[in-house]
């Protein structure tokens, strides 16, 4: 491998890296959002709120020329995600 190579490798394990320590952040602050809602009887999802936040990245998106239906889809995998976990801790502390 050309040293090239090499660099842009490396940088991308190091943005891979940064994604996930940001993602497990996210999730630890998430995971509060949804004990807190277990605890105040709030529903799992906010979908007024999924909307903004989906319209709120489509537009980061496009300002930082990255695909809009990009960020989209990879919110939406993520919002998912939490409202699945919301759903365990709902189930958990009935």
Wanted: proline share 3%; no cysteine; net charge negative.
């Amino acid at each position: 491998m050309d040293d090239k190579l090499k660099q842009y490798r490396e940088s991308i394990n190091n943005i891979d890296a940064a994604l996930v320590f940001m993602l497990a952040e996210r999730f630890k602050i998430t995971q509060a959002v949804g004990e807190y809602k277990a605890q105040n009887s709030l529903p799992t999802a906010d979908p007024a709120r999924e909307q903004e936040q989906i319209a709120r990245l489509r537009q980061l998106a496009s300002a930082a020329n990255l695909d809009p239906e990009f960020s989209e889809k990879f919110l939406r995998f993520i919002i998912d995600e939490v409202i699945r976990h919301h759903e365990r801790i709902r189930e958990e502390s009935n």
